[in-house]
């Protein structure tokens, strides 16, 4: 008899867990107030092949716009958003990282750094899906104590030139215990979702563990809240 009444509940804190991970997204606001007061800065960085999609997504989420073509991203491009839930303020560091080999280096001071990975392919491109167990070597051995680590399908606007299917990216999330979203940045299907919920993760695990803010970060010199972009001199299309 105790052994079904703990049973029950456990199995009530548990639905009560996954109702309100269903709904936190109701319950986080972006402020335009960036100079607000943070109880907790995250640094999340997005990493994947170069025309995944990872300037449009960020571009989506910060700005709520979309373009066509983007330049090479070089290096490092960084964002700041002020996010609040209940009642916390958080600031997130949105770093966006270049694909190209030549520029992998430069992205290891993030990488060590940061509080949650954005993986992401296209879901038209089969070399970025098969890409994706570099990224996780490169990240995951520079930094083992990332707490929020989320596979993206980007791209899903284009469903008729798919060649990934949904299934095999949510199996892929499985083998290595990442969240799984498909996204749209020019539909702007789930960037709230993914960022918000990247929030929402950080924010009570640090509810309930000691978090030290590092601010041992090497930024570009004379960076502010929304830093320029040096980019190359191409347009290729990163929706």
């Given at each position: 008899m105790k052994e079904d009444i703990e049973n029950e509940n456990e199995d009530v804190g548990q639905k009560k867990e996954e109702?309100?991970?269903?709904n936190y997204t109701s319950k986080?606001?972006?402020?335009n107030e960036y100079h607000l007061e943070h109880k907790y800065l995250f640094r999340v960085c997005l990493l994947g092949n170069?025309?995944?999609?990872k300037t449009s997504l960020i571009t989506r989420f910060c700005d709520n716009i979309f373009k066509e073509t983007y330049n090479n991203t070089i290096g490092v491009d960084f964002r700041v958003v002020t996010l609040k839930y209940n009642d916390i303020i958080a600031k997130l560091h949105v770093w966006d990282t270049a694909g190209q080999e030549r520029f992998r280096s430069l992205a290891l001071n993030y990488i060590k750094n940061?509080?949650?990975?954005i993986f992401i392919y296209d879901i038209c491109d089969k070399s970025s899906f098969e890409s994706l167990s570099g990224w996780f070597?490169?990240?995951?051995?520079?930094?083992?104590?990332?707490?929020?680590?989320?596979?993206?399908?980007n791209k899903c606007d284009i469903a008729d030139a798919r060649v990934i299917s949904q299934n095999e990216g949510e199996q892929m999330a499985i083998a290595n215990n990442f969240h799984f979203l498909e996204t749209s940045a020019k539909n702007d299907e789930n960037v709230l979702k993914l960022f918000y919920y990247i929030t929402y993760k950080l924010i009570n695990y640090y509810?309930?563990?000691?978090y030290v803010e590092n601010d041992n970060i090497e930024l570009?010199?004379?960076?502010?809240?929304?830093?320029?972009?040096?980019?190359?001199?191409e347009n290729?299309?990163?929706c």
């Open positions: 109702d309100e991970e269903n986080i606001e972006k402020l170069a025309g995944v999609g940061s509080h949650a990975f070597n490169l990240a995951l051995e520079k930094n083992k104590n990332s707490i929020v680590n989320v596979l993206i399908g509810n309930e563990n000691e570009y010199s004379g960076q502010t809240e929304e830093l320029p972009t040096s980019r190359l001199n290729k299309c990163k």
